[in-house]
Structures are given as C-alpha cells and as structure tokens.
C-alpha cells in the first residue's frame, strides 16, 4: 500500500484515510468474515446442544401444567388452613374448573397430580363424567356423593405440592425425598426409595468400567507406541474394529456368550473347571453389565493413551537405565508420570460415558444392573414424568461438570488428549 506522510499530520493511505483507520476496518472486515464462517457451527451447537440443556432444566422446575388448568382452585386453596377437609368454596370452584376444561388439559394436569398422589388420574375421569349431571350446589356433599376419594384429605394435601408455578419437587424425589403437606422435606416412604441405590449403582458400575478398562489399556496402549510399525497398525485395527461392528450386535453376541448355557461356562464346564450344575450366572446382573461395558468403552480410553505415549521418547528411559534404575523403578519413575495426561483423559472419557449409559444394562443387567440411564427411560416411556427425568438429567450434569472442573484444577484442561 502505498503510503504518504505530512510532517505534523498521521500517516494516510492513497485514498486519503488515515492508516489507523483503514487497519482498523481491515480488521473489522476479517471478524466479521471469520464470524460468518463459524456462524453454521454455532448455530447447530446452540439448536442440538444448548436449547435442549436449557429445556431440559426449565422442565426440571416447570409445574405449570396443573396450575393453568386449575388457577381458581389454587388461589381459594391457599386460603385453606389444610385441617380437615376444605371448605366448600374450594370444592365448588373445583368442580366448575373440572367440569368446563378440555379433556386433554385434564388429562395432562392429572397425569402431574398422580405424581404427588396416586388415584388423582382415575378420580378426575370418573368425576368429568359425573360432573355433567350436576347442576346446582352444594357441591361438597355432591362430590363427595360420586367418589369418597373426594372426602380423603390426603388428595387434598397432595394439592398444596403443586400450588407454585415452580417445584424442586422433581430434584427431591430423584434423591428419594418430597414435601409434606407443610411443604417440609421428608423421605419418601420406604418402598419408593430407589433412586439413591441407583445412584450409588451408577457409581459403582462407571468407576469399576473406568478401573477395569484403564487396566487393560494401559498395557495395550504401551504396546502400540513401542512395537514396530507393521505389528502397532495391526494391534491398533483389533482395537478399533470394535467400532466398526453395531452396539446392538456386540451387546447381543456378549449375551450368547455369558448366559448359563452360552460359550464361557459351557467352555469350563468342557475343561473340568466347574460342574454342569454349578455354572456361573453372568447375565441379568452388575458383573455382566460390567463385562460388556468395559469391553465397549475399552477403545476410548486405549486411544488417549496411546496419543500420549507415542509423543514420550524413549530416550527417557534409556537414560535412566543407562544411570542404574532398574526396569520397573525406571518405567514407574519416568514412563508412568508422563502418561498422566492419557490416564486421567482417557478416564475422564470413559467415565462419563459410562455414567449415562443406557443400551447395554437394559439388554444385560436385569433388575440388578439398572442404572440411571434407565429409570429415564422407564419413566419417558411410562409414566411421562418430564419433570422427574429432566431432574435426573440435570443432576448428570451437574455431576460431570463437577468431574470437568476438578479435572481442569489437578490436571489442566489444556493438557487433554483424545487421540
């Protein structure tokens, strides 16, 4: 660019703009270019990723189908003192909002309403219909006529959870607790707590898998950065050629294998190692979902490590045999904290996959090897809880943004490598 310069003024362009100001619109331009070339990606990252997590927390504290439905109701109910039944006002203004809303609105606010207390559902289809054959008050003793479960005042009670538009009822029974009648938290009854052992399950089975699969790809990792080039790639495709078979097959053909009369135990039944009577029950439980978890998620922790180690020069450990380590004192002092960043990638890696797997406890771990990937599932399908399994969802997440943090703190999220 050819440039002229005033003895008192600053230094201008051909085009007689100071050269400041063109760089400064040279530089715009290339924002705004570079912007609209990465605008494609962020539009899919905020339409696939960030709308969904922000539906999923909104719907984790949303209570507003049962409050649209019965607006009237809740504002007289508040004015109840929650002794005995409530007074007639609230039962009149109950039976007009029940009798003069679309069934489906109904049907949605009593699916919420069955949460808090079971029975609400069928009480408020059977009513509908009764409803219409009533003409004049009083109510109370009307509704009651049609069903005694009118005259419980425990349905009653199981109204004041879901007065507000907002609950963090769905958090607490994910933890196995819920309001009373006084909106006090207290644990569910004994037969509805199964989320905490779930939780601890989940644990459990996601640390095992973590364990058992950096066990066994640490070794195979080392070998594939340290064998010579033809025997690494032909180490390397039986690792990967797991991702080139179907989830569902491999989950399938792992049931062939472990169940009673499948091909490992008739195997040790053929060796002598255990009698026909006494085979092994590998299947429906937590050790089958843990065998076939850690063989899927095997290559997810190999691959970090092996990008780790194939950057450690072997040098290293040649020099510290060359000054008198023995072998293993060598490779525990020098090889070891060099592979940190694989270990604890690749273990971060296959941990959260693990902690939200779904497939392969439905397919092998029966009644003892569910998960809670499951139970969101179950109730998706099932009961149409949203709100209970967003809240599930929500703690997940909360749990492994946790997991990155600590992981950002000890390791450094810069130093990660995922192959």
């Known amino acids: ?18 050269l400041k100001v063109s760089l400064k619109k040279a530089e715009r331009i290339n924002k705004i270019r570079a912007f609209l070339l990465v605008l494609p ?7 696939t990723f960030l709308v969904p997590i922000g539906d999923m927390l909104a719907r984790s504290v949303d209570d507003r189908q049962i409050n649209t439905v019965f607006p009237k109701t809740f504002e007289v109910y508040k004015k109840w003192d929650r002794q005995g039944l409530p007074s007639e006002e609230v039962y ?4 007009f909002e029940l009798k003069n809303s679309e069934g489906y609105a109904v049907g949605k606010a009593s699916t919420r309403m069955n949460y808090s207390k079971s029975g609400w559902k069928s009480l408020l289809k059977k009513s509908k ?23 419980d005042p425990e349905y009653w009670l199981a109204l004041g ?24 938290i207290v644990q569910q009854k004994e037969n509805r707590r199964i989320y905490n052992k779930t939780w601890i399950k989940t644990f459990k089975v996601s640390l095992l ?12 990792s080392y070998l594939l950065a340290t064998l ?3 025997y690494s790639n032909l180490l390397m495709i039986c690792v990967l050629l797991p991702f080139w078979t179907s989830l569902l097959v491999r989950t399938v053909a792992w049931m062939v294998m472990l169940q009673q009369k499948g091909v490992l135990n008739n195997l040790l039944v053929m060796s002598n190692l255990i009698a026909d009577e006494n085979r092994f029950q590998l299947m429906y439980n937590q050790t089958a979902v843990v065998i076939v978890m850690t063989q899927i998620l095997l290559p997810f922790m190999v691959l970090p490590l092996y990008s780790v180690m194939k950057t450690i020069s072997p040098t290293y450990m040649r020099a510290a045999l060359n000054l008198g380590a023995s072998p293993m004192h060598a490779f525990y002092k020098i090889y070891m904290p060099n592979s940190v960043p694989g270990v604890s990638a690749g273990c971060l890696l296959v941990f959260i996959i693990a902690i939200g797997y779904y497939i392969t406890p439905e397919l092998v771990g029966g009644k003892d090897g569910q998960m809670v990937g499951n139970w969101i599932a179950y109730h998706l399908k099932t009961t149409l809880n949203w709100g209970l399994c967003a809240s599930l969802g929500a703690i997940l997440l909360a749990m492994m943004t946790v997991l990155y943090w600590a992981y950002n703190k000890i ?7 995922l192959g």
């Open 1 to 18: 660019m050819n440039q002229s310069q005033t003895s008192t003024g600053p230094i201008l362009t051909t085009d007689g703009i100071p």
């Open 41 to 47: 990606l962020l539009a899919f990252i905020l339409i």
């Open 228 to 230: 010579p080039m033809k």
């Open 161 to 184: 959870q879901m007065v507000d538009p907002t609950t963090m009822g769905y958090y607490l029974n994910a933890v196995d607790l819920k309001y009373d009648s006084s909106k006090n």
């Open 209 to 220: 898998v973590t364990l058992f699969c950096l066990l066994l790809g640490y070794p195979i």
């Open 129 to 151: 219909r009764k409803f219409k054959k009533i003409e004049e008050g009083p109510f109370k003793e009307k509704m009651i006529a049609t069903d005694k479960k009118w005259a």
């Open 411 to 417: 390791v450094g999220i810069e130093n990660i490598k």
């Open 92 to 95: 009149k203004t109950m039976f």
